[in-house]
């Protein structure tokens, strides 16, 4: 289509390399607690899943005549809070309604204010500088 970034992709009048590369730069550690925010809802359901299979794990015990360890498992683990007084969908909601909410406004804010909202334009500089201009699968945009 065009052999140019579309406009949501280009640098605004007034933004120097400098700013391009900072926001830039916020905007990928944002990507990087994108992936931390993946790994936490990664441990609350596995830490779910592991709870829900302790029940199982008990009643085997129970059934193989090991009561007591089987009583163990239903009073010292399941239901058991992961952290002081906090299951794991708590601490997630901690987690986005602080730091992470935080974060994100934050770079949004940046992007507002230094890049008239324009996101990945650092990328979208780096891809014009990359790729080969009028050669087919290089195309600026679809």
């Given at each position: 289509?065009?052999?140019r970034?579309?406009?949501?992709?280009?640098?605004p009048?007034g933004?120097?390399d400098?700013?391009v590369?900072?926001v830039?730069?916020?905007?990928?550690?944002l990507?990087t607690?994108e992936?931390?925010?993946g790994?936490l809802?990664?441990l609350?359901?596995l830490?779910?899943h592991?709870?829900?299979?302790?029940d199982e794990?008990a009643?085997?015990?129970?059934?193989?005549?090991h009561?007591?360890?089987a009583?163990?498992?239903?009073?010292?683990?399941?239901g058991?809070?992961?952290?002081?007084?906090?299951?794991?969908f708590?601490i997630v909601e901690e987690f986005d309604?602080?730091?992470?909410?935080?974060?994100r406004?934050?770079e949004?804010?940046a992007r507002?204010?230094l890049?008239a909202?324009?996101?990945?334009?650092?990328?979208?500089?780096?891809?014009?500088?990359?790729?080969?201009?009028?050669?087919r699968?290089?195309?600026?945009?679809?």
């Amino acid at each position: 289509m065009g052999e140019r970034p579309d406009q949501a992709h280009q640098r605004p009048p007034g933004a120097d390399d400098d700013t391009v590369a900072a926001v830039g730069k916020l905007s990928e550690a944002l990507e990087t607690i994108e992936q931390a925010r993946g790994h936490l809802y990664a441990l609350h359901q596995l830490t779910g899943h592991a709870d829900l299979m302790l029940d199982e794990a008990a009643e085997l015990l129970h059934e193989g005549g090991h009561g007591g360890l089987a009583d163990r498992v239903r009073t010292e683990l399941i239901g058991r809070n992961v952290i002081e007084g906090r299951w794991t969908f708590q601490i997630v909601e901690e987690f986005d309604d602080g730091y992470y909410a935080a974060f994100r406004g934050l770079e949004r804010d940046a992007r507002n204010e230094l890049l008239a909202g324009r996101r990945h334009v650092f990328e979208s500089e780096m891809k014009e500088k990359r790729r080969t201009h009028g050669r087919r699968h290089h195309e600026a945009r679809p």
